[in-house]
Each structure stands twice: as C-alpha cells, then as structure tokens.
C-alpha cells in the first residue's frame, strides 16, 4: 500500500517561496514518474508538475519560470521549490504517481496572502 506524506506548506506573502517535500513509501519509488497536484477551495484537483526517474520534467502552463520540481531516489521523495508565489497558487499541495494511485496522502495547505 502507498504512502505519501507531504510537508513543507505555510502562510507566505506574494512573491515569497516556498519548498514542498514529499516522501513516499511502500512503492518502488524509481519506478514511477511523480508528480505534485493542488487542489483550490472549490475546483478540482490538478496536475501540478511531473518528473520521471531519469529526470525529464513537465510543468502546468500557470507556474512555469515559477516551480521546480525534483526528486532523490535514494530517499523516495520528491520536491516542489516555489518561488514567486502569487496568491493564485493557494491550494492544498499533493503528491502521487503520474497518473495517480487511489491512495492519497493529508497534503500540504500552501497559501499566499497579504
């Protein structure tokens, strides 16, 4: 059974960062390409940021420039460094395989406000 845990979420001002971690047990982790979804107050979850194990990255259009997403396969974990955060990014912050496992984990509250 998977199991994902994110961390890493806060309160931060417009145009602060933020690093988001993920760990992720009970999968061959290098298997699997990974990916970090959000889901906002009232709209349904989406596709953040994707990773292979060999490291080929794809980004939603709304953070380019903006995020960066990476994992370590020695730790079965994978990251989201968020920089210039704009309030549109408020949402709860998941982690899972691309495309993703029925199991998900808390999420992470990430909100960005004045």
């Known amino acids: 059974q998977v199991r994902l845990v994110e961390s890493g979420g806060a309160l931060v001002q417009p145009g602060g960062s933020l690093r988001l971690s993920c760990a992720a047990s009970?999968?061959?982790?290098?298997?699997?390409?990974m990916g970090w979804y959000r889901q906002a107050p009232g709209k349904q979850r989406e596709l953040v940021a994707t990773?292979?194990?060999?490291?080929?990255?794809m980004y939603t259009d709304s953070v380019k420039g903006r995020f960066t997403i990476s994992r370590d396969n020695d730790k079965s974990a994978v990251y989201l460094q968020m920089n210039n955060l704009k309030p549109e990014d408020t949402a709860v912050y998941y982690c899972?395989?691309?495309?993703?496992?029925?199991?998900w984990g808390q999420g992470t509250q990430v909100t960005v406000s004045s």
């Open positions: 990773i292979t194990s060999g490291g080929t990255i």
């Open positions: 009970g999968i061959f982790f290098s298997l699997y390409r």
């Open positions: 899972n395989t691309q495309p993703p496992k029925d199991d």
